[in-house]
């Protein structure tokens, strides 16, 4: 009987051990949160990874009132330190400001200490809290080609490339190249044009020398580390087919011998020329097709006995590098020919 009792006794103690011990732990436990990409923060909870693509993120930590002493560090994906590690510190509300390192797990671990033990020589309890930061830039391709210039223009035209900016990057890379080839690191391989994208409207303002197809990809900065580069995006950019001159090298009729001078000597093809009597109305007659040379001209003899004002129509089918499209120009055979 008093075997029993001195057991049931000593069941009774170390249950109120346990029970303190527990007790003492709950009461130190941290509330960790991390600043999420609208700029609020984020709660964590042990075993609950956060994810995030805040790539200049702080950690808060606080405590209850009973609480003591602490330690806490806070390490990236490759484990290395990212924020001064804190050594047996009062507990009281602190904000950690986090290097990027990468996109990865960031671990935040919080050592707890009694209240009597100002030396931090023996741990109560260890709480670990992670948060994942995934960053990432998404690019927007134009639905529909894109014109390097306007028809009869020098002036090159700028296209605004929408940009899914990151939260908390410091700046961006951005590279573009026709006919660019991705590499295994999501770069392009080989030479490439720089761009700059703007932070506040969220676009990268191109500019294209030649007609071609372009590849473009981007990611995002923080320090010395980046986001993964963007899928790529192409953009098909044109020129317009635009004359320099038509010119009737011999005028004296009623054969004619027409030369048309393409701006852009990159332009292949062929062109459809027509005329038509008037200056409006009147039916188009065909003076068939010609290739555009290797010079970019084009040369079509035709046949024209009655004098007068006349529509010279030029039509250019279209190709992978310019838009179709048909020019109309007025004309004036007599004897000699005039462009009017």
Same mark, same amino acid.
């Given at each position: 009987?008093?075997?029993?009792?001195?057991?049931?006794?000593?069941?009774?103690?170390?249950?109120?051990?346990?029970?303190?011990?527990?007790?003492?732990?709950?009461?130190?436990?941290?509330?960790?949160?991390?600043?999420?990409?609208?700029?609020?923060?984020?709660?964590?909870?042990?075993?609950?990874?956060?994810?995030?693509?805040?790539?200049?993120?702080?950690?808060?930590?606080?405590?209850?009132?009973?609480? $003591?002493?602490?330690? =806490? /560090?806070? !390490?990236?994906?490759?484990?290395? *330190?990212? #924020?001064? &590690?804190? +050594?047996?510190?009062? %507990?009281?509300?602190?904000?950690?400001?986090?290097?990027?390192?990468?996109?990865?797990?960031?671990?935040?671990?919080?050592?707890?200490?009694?209240?009597?033990?100002?030396?931090? $020589?023996?741990?109560? =309890? /260890?709480? !670990?809290?992670?948060?994942?930061? *995934?960053? #990432?830039? &998404?690019? +927007?391709?134009?639905? %529909?080609?894109?014109?390097?210039?306007?028809?009869?223009?020098?002036?090159?035209?700028?296209?605004?490339?929408?940009?899914?900016?990151?939260?908390?990057?410091?700046?961006?890379?951005?590279?573009?190249?026709?006919?660019?080839?991705?590499?295994?690191?999501? *770069?392009? #391989?080989?030479?490439? +044009?720089?761009?700059?994208?703007?932070?506040?409207?969220?676009?990268?303002?191109?500019?294209?020398?030649?007609?071609?197809?372009?590849?473009?990809?981007?990611?995002?900065?923080?320090?010395?580390?980046?986001?993964?580069?963007?899928?790529?995006?192409?953009?098909?950019?044109?020129?317009?087919?635009?004359?320099?001159?038509?010119?009737?090298?011999?005028?004296?009729?009623?054969?004619?011998?027409?030369?048309?001078?393409?701006?852009?000597?990159?332009?292949?093809?062929?062109?459809?020329?027509?005329?038509?009597?008037?200056?409006?109305?009147?039916?188009?007659?065909?003076?068939?097709?010609?290739?555009?040379?290797?010079?970019?001209?084009?040369?079509?003899?035709?046949?024209?006995?009655?004098?007068?004002?006349?529509?010279?129509?030029?039509?250019?089918?279209?190709?992978?590098?310019?838009?179709?499209?048909?020019?109309?120009?007025?004309?004036?055979?007599?004897?000699?020919?005039?462009?009017?």
């Amino acid at each position: 009987m008093h075997q029993f009792s001195t057991r049931r006794a000593l069941l009774a103690l170390a249950s109120t051990i346990a029970v303190v011990a527990t007790g003492a732990s709950a009461a130190q436990a941290a509330t960790v949160s991390v600043t999420g990409d609208d700029g609020n923060p984020v709660a964590l909870a042990p075993g609950a990874p956060a994810a995030i693509r805040n790539m200049s993120p702080n950690v808060q930590i606080a405590f209850p009132p009973a609480s $003591a002493y602490y330690s =806490s /560090t806070v !390490t990236g994906p490759d484990g290395t *330190a990212v #924020s001064p &590690t804190q +050594t047996c510190y009062l %507990t009281s509300p602190t904000t950690r400001f986090i290097d990027f390192r990468g996109n990865g797990n960031y671990t935040v671990t919080i050592t707890n200490y009694a209240k009597a033990d100002n030396d931090c $020589a023996t741990p109560t =309890s /260890t709480e !670990t809290y992670v948060f994942t930061i *995934a960053s #990432s830039v &998404t690019l +927007t391709a134009p639905p %529909t080609p894109f014109l390097i210039r306007q028809p009869n223009s020098f002036v090159s035209n700028t296209l605004s490339l929408p940009v899914a900016l990151n939260p908390g990057a410091s700046t961006y890379d951005l590279q573009y190249a026709p006919g660019g080839v991705v590499g295994a690191d999501g *770069a392009i #391989s080989g030479p490439s +044009t720089p761009g700059y994208v703007n932070s506040t409207t969220g676009t990268a303002d191109l500019t294209f020398k030649t007609p071609g197809t372009y590849t473009v990809v981007a990611r995002a900065k923080n320090g010395d580390f980046t986001s993964p580069w963007s899928a790529p995006v192409l953009i098909k950019a044109m020129v317009p087919f635009d004359l320099d001159r038509v010119t009737f090298p011999d005028s004296r009729g009623p054969s004619y011998r027409l030369t048309g001078y393409v701006r852009e000597k990159t332009l292949r093809g062929k062109v459809s020329l027509a005329m038509a009597r008037g200056t409006k109305g009147g039916k188009y007659k065909s003076l068939g097709k010609v290739s555009i040379s290797s010079k970019g001209t084009f040369t079509k003899r035709f046949t024209q006995h009655k004098t007068g004002t006349y529509r010279l129509r030029i039509h250019y089918a279209g190709s992978a590098l310019a838009p179709a499209i048909s020019i109309v120009s007025k004309v004036r055979i007599t004897r000699h020919v005039f462009f009017g």
